[in-house]
């Protein structure tokens, strides 16, 4: 199964192949970071001794969200894999949080010249240019827009599956196909009741999986594995978005839960999570740690065409 979008740069389909090849073998360990004073990377090293594969971003302060890029540019050149989500406060109504939660009407954001489809498209060409930064520098992106889209909390989940999906069908064809961001892997995040009248549909998405805030240790969540994966089937990398506690490695995959990765939450979400569980969790053989991910583009990446290949290619398109 190849990228959604032909033109996915080298190191996406890269990363991609890697996810695929690790999805039903492995769980990657990640974690959500915030710019707030504490130190998740730094929490986990003093207290198991490890750092996640996967280290998330969050496109949520403006005023910050240069620093994220620069996260993301760290994190994959450390060896690790970035993802990047939005709090996308409701057009018209400022960025954050509790903005991402206000009431918009989705017709208007659709409607030529009115102030929620003026800030729409704004917003769009400002993220695009965070990520342009991040193709011209070579690296890929686990991007998350739209997270628990069927839940009704975020603005766009409010109005329905059909208003939805033409706002993620939206994005995405004017990121892949206008603007050229090639280095996105597409990641959609339900909640934790997937729902297929939710689904935009396989030429729109690369990965799909959910989130939940349960707590409860040695729990696989394989209700909510096992609902995405009636909606998109076994043929792409299925992860836990958001957590409150990760899943038992152990016992998710004898459980058939094959959880591509899971993300566990910032700040008091991971000082919540027993430390001898975590250190459980990042010990485990199962699980994929930052000292365990591979040279990805070594292995898995496509070689470049040498220069004379290159030429030859050229010259045989002319004739």
């Not at 929490?43 to 403006?62: C, E, N, T």
């Not at 591979?294 to 050229?314: A, C, N, Q, T, V």
């Amino acid at each position: 199964m190849e990228l959604s979008n032909p033109n996915a740069s080298r190191e996406a389909k890269a990363l991609y192949c890697y996810l695929k090849a690790m999805y039903g073998h492995k769980m990657l360990a990640g974690q959500m970071t915030s710019n707030w004073g504490f130190d998740e990377l730094k929490y986990l090293h003093d207290s198991v001794g490890k750092q996640p594969a996967i280290r998330g971003m969050d496109f949520i302060d403006s005023s910050k969200n240069q620093n994220e890029v620069k996260f993301a540019k760290r994190w994959w050149r450390k060896g690790g894999i970035p993802t990047i989500m939005w709090h996308w406060g409701a057009p018209a109504k400022g960025n954050g949080y509790e903005n991402a939660k206000k009431v918009v009407d989705i017709d208007k954001v659709f409607e030529y010249g009115t102030p929620e489809n003026t800030a729409f498209w704004k917003e769009l060409d400002e993220k695009a240019k965070l990520l342009e930064k991040l193709k011209r520098k070579h690296i890929p992106v686990l991007w998350r827009p739209f997270h628990e889209l069927n839940g009704d909390w975020f603005w766009w989940g409010k109005d329905g599956s059909q208003q939805f999906k033409k706002l993620w069908i939206t994005m995405y064809n004017y990121y892949v196909h206008e603007k050229h961001l090639d280095n996105l892997i597409w990641v959609l995040c339900y909640a934790d009741r997937p729902n297929s009248a939710w689904y935009p549909g396989r030429q729109y998405v690369d990965i799909a999986g959910a989130d939940t805030y349960q707590t409860e240790e040695n729990v696989p969540r394989a209700a909510m594995y096992n609902g995405v994966k009636a909606i998109v089937g076994d043929v792409m990398p299925i992860p836990m978005h958001e957590c409150g506690i990760p899943p038992d490695p152990e016992k998710s995959f004898a459980d058939d839960v094959k959880w591509s990765w899971f993300m566990e939450w910032h700040t008091d979400y991971l000082k919540k999570v027993p430390v001898k569980y975590l250190r459980k969790v990042y010990s485990s053989d199962l699980v994929i740690t930052l000292d365990k991910v591979p040279d990805i583009m070594k292995i898995y990446g496509e070689r470049k065409p040498s220069f004379w290949h290159r030429l030859k290619r050229f010259f045989g398109q002319l004739f």
